[in-house]
């Protein structure tokens, strides 16, 4: 991912963060939600211009679940697989996004609008089962529900 | 201006996703369609606690709960309810489905509940400052500033007897005098709202229904400490929460209740925002700091604790939501009022979240020393299918478990820990007895395997090691010696991880092992799922 404009709006993200002490995960934020992953000549620039070892950007890259160094989907569903949802039948909504998406935990569809993820708690177990669609939270999952959540994203 | 009647519409992640902006949009609509736009406010709310059925709408002064309202129901609520004076009775809320509790007044006569950390939360407009001010928000701050010294403040917040609500149990006010005696001009007030124990969802309600309460707290904790700059910590599943933070945070600072001088005192205070991006062991307070810091959230060494070396190196007090918003509360009616409440030991209230198989989901506070068996049984419902309970993990995976003959414990940080359980977060997952032990267990400790962030073996390896072998189990692989080996390494895991999570990971499995030892032998020995949970796949296939 080269091209000038980038590095220009790279340099415009590093420098709203500026005033912050220790800015790096800020930035690395914000370039994940502008690109939806940080490629790896992005990671190079920003370690140069912050004057952070590269090894040191990666290391955080790479530590955060939500920080990506490979291209993910347009949309990323995020499936709560911990007890409180476990024991509401989190493992069938994840059947059932499989068999939707025709993807296995970990994949993107081919055309590449879903990243299918599985996650720790989302903290609305009162409606459990539970995922996550990018910034928006679904609860009390069926398999009907499911399927008519994924229609108003393809 | 004087309405006689406002309307609050719940804007929370559940309810958004549900319509809740359309419905917002479409009741002005038709209240300015029917000229009732001078008499009817409609206003934002937070979650009634946990909440009814999503999106509701509650109407005042009449307190009528509809829930779940959709697009289409609007007009009639307007026309019958807001314009003849009829409210709609097939779409008021009735408490007997399935809900998350909604824990609100009229419909729920829960004797029990005390609110003190949720006293506005679906009360009041969270993105409304004036809302907030109008329930004596802020006036702590002004009384600390003009009235108290900051060891009077500290004094107050040590009797109330105050423990820390993110899991420990350590007492605030003792944190906060380390803190103010820690050598240092520049020091920190953080805020720790990476809430992550599975099964809790108390801080999100906080931040989402009542975001003032934190920042009025931060600033009189920095007020007692002697610092000019707080840090929230939210995590990045909470977008909700962290919008109304900010938008708190900006009316704060036009209200000149955050910046410079501070109601005209010479103090003076920022609160900033920093987001999470997935990482549990970030809610340790080391690793968190590590976060803000921008680095990779692994756990410091201790001591120095934060108190003496926090954020960037200086003294800092890291707190979680719901202690903080027990402050502005002490602060106004004082430590002896909050001693009143709960058990002499372990005073004040607790919000608990009821998760797992119970019928009623959700949060309720309550004072400290209530019982599992009122949670559970009264607050809760029972158990969903009538079911029997099998156990119940309090505080989160890294919580301990109690049994059906443990429900009558009184639940507080002291009492639970004599039966080598926690109090934790107050997570509560209920689970039934069509449910399989081995794959419980299986779930918790997969959760730290993931979870774990790698930097020391005890806990990276061993709860791979712990994981594999509960594969094994399940799939009719045991071997004899898999529960020893279980125990032998659960221990050591325990004694020897450098951090609490890497210490807490092994507690559902120990605990699991000595409660439930026949259905994991029957496993073993009998290639036997007792609740057939378990596939036993692989001893099919070995015959084939």
Known sequence: MTGLAVYEEIDEIIGKHQEEKTPLLSILQEIQERWRYLPGDVLGYVSRKLDIPSSMVWGVATFYSFLKTEPAGEYVIRVCCNAPCHVNGSVDVLKTLQKELGIKEGETSRDGKFTLETTSCLGVCGVAPAMMINDVTYGNLSEDRIREILALYR | ?544
């Open chain 2, 1 to 544: 201006m004087f309405y006689r009647s406002h309307v609050l519409v719940e804007m929370t992640s559940n309810s958004l996703v549900r319509g809740a902006a359309q419905i917002k949009e479409r009741l002005e609509r038709e209240i300015e369609r029917l000229g009732l736009d001078k008499e009817i406010k409609v206003l934002e709310t937070g979650s009634l606690g946990a909440a009814l059925p999503s999106p509701f709408v509650v109407v005042y002064p009449d307190n009528i709960v509809y829930a779940p309202v959709t697009v289409s129901d609007v007009k009639r609520i307007v026309e019958e309810h807001f314009w003849k004076g009829r409210p709609v009775g097939d779409l008021i809320f009735s408490p007997s489905e399935r809900r998350e509790i909604g824990v609100f007044l009229p419909y729920f006569p829960l004797t029990k509940e005390k609110r003190v950390v949720l006293r506005n939360s679906g009360q009041i407009d969270p993105t409304n400052i004036e809302e907030y001010i109008a329930r004596d928000g802020y006036l702590a701050l002004s009384r600390v500033l003009t009235e108290m010294t900051p060891e009077e403040v500290i004094a107050e917040v040590k009797k109330s007897g105050l423990l820390g609500r993110g899991g420990a149990g350590f007492p605030t006010g003792l944190k906060w005098e380390f803190t103010k005696n820690a050598e240092g001009v520049e020091k920190y007030i953080v805020c720790n709202a990476d809430e992550g124990e599975p099964g809790t969802f108390k801080d999100r309600l906080i931040l989402e229904g009542d975001p003032h309460s934190i920042i009025e707290a931060m600033a009189i904790a920095g007020y007692a400490v002697g610092a000019g700059e707080g840090y929230i910590y939210v995590r990045g599943e909470y977008p909700q929460s962290i919008n109304h933070l900010r938008i708190a945070i900006e009316q704060a600072r036009e209200y000149g209740l955050l910046g410079e001088n501070i109601l005209g005192s010479s103090f003076s205070f920022e609160v900033r925002i920093r987001k999470g991006a997935g990482a549990y062991i970030c809610g340790e307070e080391t690793a968190l700091l590590e976060s803000i810091e921008g680095k990779r959230g692994i756990p410091r060494n201790k001591p120095p604790y934060p108190a003496q070396e926090g954020l960037w190196g200086k003294p800092t007090v890291i707190n979680n939501v719901e202690t903080l918003a027990n402050i502005p509360p002490i602060i106004l009616q004082g430590a002896d009022w909050f001693r009143s409440i709960g058990t002499p030991t372990c005073t004040g209230t607790k919000v608990f979240t009821l998760t797992g198989n119970v019928n009623n989901l959700g949060l309720i506070e309550v004072p400290m020393g209530i019982t599992l068996r009122e949670l559970i049984f009264e607050v809760g419902g029972g158990i969903r299918g009538g079911h029997n309970l099998k156990l119940v993990q309090t505080g989160g995976p890294s919580g301990g478990t109690m049994t059906p003959d443990l429900l009558d414990v009184p639940m507080a940080f002291d009492t639970l820990s004599r039966y080598d359980s926690a109090l934790g977060s107050g997570a509560l997952t209920v689970i039934d007895d069509t449910h399989c032990i081995v794959d419980v267990v299986r779930n918790f400790m997969e959760f730290f395997l993931y979870e774990s962030c790698g930097k020391c073996t005890p806990c990276r390896v061993g709860t791979k090691r712990i994981v594999e072998i509960l594969n094994r189990i399940s799939e009719g692989r045991g071997e004899p010696s898999d529960l020893e080996n279980l125990r032998y390494m659960g221990e050591h895991i325990k004694s020897t991880s450098f951090c609490g999570l890497g210490q807490a990971a092994p507690n559902p499995l120990l605990r699991s092992l000595s409660f439930f030892e026949e259905e994991f032998r029957a496993h073993l020995e009998e290639k036997r799922c007792p609740v057939d949970t378990c596939s036993m796949k692989t001893k099919t296939k070995i015959l084939i």
